[in-house]
T-cell receptor, first 114, second 116 residues
Framework: AQSVAQPEDQVNVAEGNPLTVKCTYSVSGNPYLFWYVQYPNRGLQFLLKYITGDNLVKGSYGFEAEFNKSQTSFHLKKPSALVSDSALYFCAVRGASGTYKYIFGTGTRLKVLA | NAGVMQNPRHLVRRRGQEARLRCSPMKGHSHVYWYRQLPEEGLKFMVYLQKENIIDESGMPKERFSAEFPKEGPSILRIQQVVRGDSAAYFC??????????????FGEGSRLTVL
């Protein structure tokens, strides 16, 4: 069965510092991995995805994520956090074959402090 | 190109009433997903539909909940005899029909159901 774990409910970081939001996954076969961001009372916005190829993927708003197959992780990173990055972040996984179900983690609330 | 449209954005129902949530996918998208988000929780998969077909409803409660995606018109998530525990935000997402392509989902703004 597919699953996603986001071990941190909340991450606090000072503005200008690098940020990391963690995600680990479990899926049969190759994974398709995604990061989304949700602002209060809004829908989810796509940030980036890993399908195949380079392990480091770049996305919107300066975010990037690194796929690590041996650790089954897909951590979200940004070199320099902005206060406006404060939001709820979701990691999601879909198996490459046999299913079209996207499974989301429980979310990590990022708080960037001025 | 309009995004995923959900309505109503907010819905208040009394216990025992019915709630109907509608979702119009993005133009050209024929795959629709419904998710439920409870306060302070993540997104829980409910159902995945293609036009006129339910593909995976493994996340749907066995009773009171149903979903459809007719040939014409929006997808409908129907909750009969609502209870307070149904209060949540319900999100619809769509994706294009390219088989096997791991495209991202496109989400609507959600429908927030409050059961009194």
């Amino acid at each position: 069965a597919q699953s996603v774990a986001q071990p941190e409910d909340q991450v606090n970081v000072a503005e200008g510092n690098p940020l990391t939001v963690k995600c680990t996954y479990s899926v049969s076969g190759n994974p398709y991995l995604f990061w989304y961001v949700q602002y209060p009372n809004r829908g989810l916005q796509f940030l980036l995805k890993y399908i195949t190829g380079d392990n480091l993927v770049k996305g919107s708003y300066g975010f990037e994520a690194e796929f690590n197959k041996s650790q089954t992780s897909f951590h979200l990173k940004k070199p320099s956090a902005l206060v406006s990055d404060s939001a709820l972040y979701f990691c999601a996984v879909r198996g490459a074959s046999g299913t079209y179900k996207y499974i989301f983690g429980t979310g990590t609330r990022l708080k960037v402090l001025a | 190109n309009a995004g995923v449209m959900q309505n109503p954005r907010h819905l208040v129902r009394r216990r025992g009433q019915e709630a109907r949530l509608r979702c119009s996918p993005m133009k050209g998208h024929s795959h629709v997903y419904w998710y439920r988000q409870l306060p302070e929780e993540g997104l829980k998969f409910m159902v995945y539909l293609q036009k006129e077909n339910i593909i995976d409803e493994s996340g749907m409660p066995k009773e009171r909940f149903s979903a459809e995606f007719p040939k014409e018109g929006p997808s409908i998530l129907r909750i009969q005899q609502v209870v307070r525990g149904d209060s949540a935000a319900y999100f619809c997402a769509s994706s294009p029909p390219t088989a096997g392509d791991a495209g991202e989902l496109f989400f609507g703004e959600g429908s927030r159901l409050t059961v009194l």
